[in-house]
């Protein structure tokens, strides 16, 4: 690859030992090897198998919880219900001081999405584990389900989670988070033409080719050694010490070595019951997910949907930008507050936009909890953006290369969310993208610089 | 459940062991005697994670019992290395950059090592094919393709 050294000349550093160099990655020969040691590499004599029964239904009040014949069952040795979590609803990034709680260990008098899970069961195997779940019998109660975000928002519709007390997150802002920037009203009058388009997307599932889980392992000195394929060690570390009452030096967790995550395995949602179980029978516990499980259970990427209006000028510049955001949250908030927060910073995108609003709504509905993965909260967005930005080209005539130098953000412009812009490169990749793929710029656009000085 | 006996060979050591009727091999290796380098990413036949060569044929380990291995030849990645010098095809992944998150890593080196051991200088088709039962979600595919590829020019320059 070759290393272009005429942009940025005045500041970059030629005297770097790591950047441009190949290194060996650490980890590697663990990798070739087979040696490297994964959650699931751990094997304990005496461990226990943990099993999960899960809902079937999307929304529905639990009348009664019946172990009986689990308990009976060849090979389990203890059952699980919500009674036994020392602090069984907890939202992970109360850490942060983003809450209320809202989300359940195990499933306590109702379950709001299908696969929540109810009750679990440690067994000497795998199979007595699964036979042992099977004999659990639980009552529900059906309870209307919504599943669609604009559904969910109307008066009327069925509550999915009683802890918010309605179906989107109050962020301290009110019922969405904003972004006012200018008089986008003002801009919109002003604008020679107006765009409006929304933008849907659907879950997506990380698949990682091993599966969420961890092995517990009860130490002689009354703590308890938990590995992990968790890709937030400390939020699952803490966490676990609030739900389970327990101080975080009573826990020692090993991780870092992840079978692929992409996101999908920052939610704390094996460890607290796996480490529980094991307190409670004294042995080692194992709980992985099925392939099913990670593909049905496991928090995917959250569906988006975005509705995007655009005042621009027939000269190029967009005068104002309008939008609405919706992250559907599934039943619990996980990370999905945190990625519509982020969506509302990210929205006007990487161009400077004088007059801008905007409003996103993290939603509850009866769906598998979303959370983080990759790029959560923005990925959807710049999809959206960036689809927009062709279509305004398109709409006054212009070059979308071309069109996209006009707007692109510089150093020193204010961003809608009151962040000056510092380090800008948009420009210069701008630059360099278009002599590399060959889709020529006019030669002003070639001598713009993201400094406002090179303009 | 009746335990059944099992004896094969695991990379040139013999083993024999007790295990329960319908064990898999993936668990018996792992679990019973503790190469874990196969891994288990579905357990389903789908994923190619515990991927052995077992006399000579790439299989899926999670899919065959471990009581039909009995007087077989089976061969993992915990093999490779000889005396603590890497195999060629180690040397390849670790130079070609063709691991990431490394789950996969040990079943698609056994994919890679059947494939070489068969065709000594394939075409990138070939590898292409012969890795395709094997997924790589961090989807580094194509550094795992240029190390095969340049285990096989190493072999063939070496053999020259």
């Known amino acids: 690859m070759e290393m272009r050294k005429d942009y940025f000349a005045d500041v970059r550093q030629d005297g770097l030992h790591e950047i441009g160099q190949a290194r060996p990655r650490l980890d590697s020969p663990g990798h070739v090897t087979g040696k490297t040691a994964y959650f699931a590499d751990r094997n304990f004599p005496g461990m226990l198998h943990l099993k999960m029964v899960r809902s079937p239904h999307h929304h529905a009040r639990i009348r009664s919880i019946d172990t009986s014949e689990a308990d009976k069952h060849p090979g389990v040795v203890r059952v699980l219900t919500a009674k036994d979590v020392p602090h069984n609803v907890y939202t992970i990034l109360i850490l942060i001081q983003v809450g209320p709680e809202d989300e359940t260990v195990l499933a306590d008098g109702k379950v709001r999405w299908k696969g929540e899970a109810v009750v679990a069961v440690l067994a000497e195997t795998e199979r007595a584990a699964q036979e042992g779940a099977a004999k659990v019998k639980v009552d529900y109660e059906f309870l209307p389900a919504v599943f669609d975000m604009e559904e969910a928002l109307k008066p009327g519709a069925p509550l999915v989670n009683e802890y918010h007390g309605q179906n989107y997150y109050l962020y301290d802002s009110g019922e969405c988070r904003k972004v006012r920037f200018g008089d986008v009203d003002a801009g919109f009058a002003q604008a020679d033409h107006i765009l409006e ?243 020529p710029v006019a030669g002003k656009y070639m001598a713009m610089s993201s400094y406002k000085k090179g303009a | 459940m009746a335990k059944v006996p099992v004896e094969f060979t695991l990379n040139g050591s013999e083993k024999a062991e007790f295990i329960e009727s319908g064990t898999t091999l993936l668990h018996a290796l792992r679990d019973k005697i503790g190469d874990t380098s196969p891994k288990g990413g579905c357990h389903q036949g ?80 070939d590898v292409v094919e012969a890795l395709s039962g094997n997924i790589c979600r961090c989807t580094g595919y194509e550094p795992i393709i240029q190390a095969v590829l340049l285990t096989a020019r190493a072999n063939s320059q070496n053999a020259a």
């Open chain 2, 46 to 125: 789908t994923c190619g994670a515990c991927s052995v060569i077992i006399d000579g044929e790439l299989r899926l380990s999670c899919l065959t019992l471990a009581e039909t291995c009995n007087g077989a030849d089976i061969k993992t990645t915990a093999g490779l290395a000889k005396g603590g010098v890497l195999h060629p095809l180690q040397r390849a992944f670790l130079d070609a950059f063709a691991t990431q998150c490394g789950f996969c890593t040990p079943g698609m080196m056994m994919a890679a090592k059947v494939l070489l051991d068969r065709t000594p200088n394939p075409s990138r088709d």
């Open chain 1, 197 to 439: 388009q929304s933008y849907q997307s659907s879950p997506i599932e990380h698949a990682p080719t091993e599966t969420t889980g961890c092995v517990v392992a009860p130490e002689g000195n009354d703590r308890f050694t938990c590995y992990t394929n968790t890709q937030a060690m400390f939020f699952t570390l803490d966490n676990t010490s609030i739900i389970l009452q327990m101080p975080g030096s009573k826990l020692h967790f090993v991780g870092g070595t992840v079978g692929g995550g992409f996101g999908g395995k920052v939610d704390v949602i094996v460890e607290p019951i796996a480490i529980l179980g094991a307190k409670l029978t004294g042995r080692p516990v194992s709980f992985v997910y099925t392939r099913e499980e990670e593909m049905q259970i496991s928090s995917p990427r959250a569906a988006e949907m975005v509705v995007i209006k655009d005042g621009v000028m027939k000269d190029g510049r967009i005068v104002a930008r309008k939008v609405t955001g919706y992250t559907d949250a599934g039943a619990y908030s996980r990370h999905s507050p945190y990625g519509t927060q982020k969506g509302a910073a990210h929205y006007p995108g990487p161009y400077t936009i004088p007059n801008v609003w905007i409003d996103t709504y993290c939603v509850y509905t009866n769906r598998t909890p979303s959370s983080a993965m990759r790029g959560f909260g923005v990925t959807i967005g710049d999809f959206a953006l960036e689809v927009q930005m062709d279509k305004l080209a398109r709409l006054i005539g212009m070059d979308p290369l071309e069109f996209r130098f006009i707007n692109a953000y510089r150093d020193g412009d204010m961003k809608a969310h009151r962040q000056p812009t510092e380090g800008a490169a948009l420009i210069e990749c701008m630059q360099e993208a278009s002599r590399v793929a060959n889709w």
